[in-house]
């Protein structure tokens, strides 16, 4: 079985702009976290999708954004980019909850 | 609000000794705990996986240890490799924090031949 894919694996983007990052769980599971790493806040969990309805958001504010696919697939995007965005961004899948989660190796954004 | 904790941060041993690595958490309400492996610039690797009725998990040289009452687990590796140079990290999903992942701050373990 493929494990969890994140595209892309870098990004440098500059302040004020916009991305979106993509992220393909294991084939069967329907739930899919994300989180973001940072040396200063470690693993913090932004926001959980399942069947494609959002089911669990972090303290996070509104420019984080999460989108689930009837496929499982999801993205996640950042609108108006700060400096303090600049993350390990982490996707994580699972059949659903109180389950073992598998995670990607993670879409590093700089923001310049 | 749920918080847990990984004391230390950082810890170096030589080839062969056993290595124990600790995680406390402040609500003993959890559905489970799980303890991860990060390298460097990588995402995490589930290891092991202890279900709230459960006391401990072995797989391999690992084992992990859960005592809710105390807030307390203890993950055990025999007979260290310079393999397991890396950072552990433990986080718990518990219904109190909506049932998403809170993580500790980790515990960056290096194996010197």
């Known amino acids: 079985k493929a494990g969890v894919t994140q595209t892309p694996r870098y990004l440098i983007k500059t302040r004020g702009q916009q991305v979106t990052l993509s992220c393909s769980p294991i084939?069967?599971?329907?739930?899919v976290s994300w989180y973001q790493q940072t040396p200063g806040q470690g693993l913090q969990f932004l926001f959980e999708?399942?069947?494609?309805?959002?089911?669990n958001k972090g303290n996070f504010p509104g420019r984080f954004s999460g989108r689930q696919f009837s496929n499982s697939r999801s993205e996640m995007n950042v609108s108006t980019l700060e400096l303090g965005d600049s993350a390990l961004y982490l996707c994580?899948?699972?059949?659903?909850?109180?389950?073992?989660?598998?995670f990607g190796s993670g879409t590093q954004l700089s923001v310049l | 609000k749920q918080e847990v904790t990984q004391i230390p941060a950082a810890l170096s041993v030589p080839e062969g000794e056993n290595l124990v690595l600790n995680c406390s958490f402040t609500?003993?309400?959890?559905?489970?705990l799980q303890w991860f492996r990060q390298d460097p610039g990588k995402g995490l690797t589930s290891l092991l996986l202890?279900?709230?009725?459960?006391r401990e998990q072995t797989s391999g040289r690992l084992n992990a240890s859960l005592d809710k009452s105390s807030g307390r687990s203890t993950l055990y590796i025999a007979a260290s490799q310079p393999g397991d140079s890396a950072t552990y990290l433990c986080?718990?999903?518990?219904?109190?924090?909506?049932?998403?992942?809170?993580f500790g701050g980790g515990t960056r373990v290096l194996v010197k031949p």
């Open positions: 202890i279900q709230s009725s459960q």
């Open positions: 986080a718990v999903e518990a219904p109190a924090a909506g049932n998403k992942l809170t």
């Open positions: 609500d003993s309400a959890i559905y489970n």
């Open positions: 084939s069967g599971h329907r739930s």
């Open positions: 999708y399942f069947s494609e309805t959002q089911r």
């Open positions: 994580a899948s699972s059949p659903d909850r109180v389950e073992k989660l598998f």
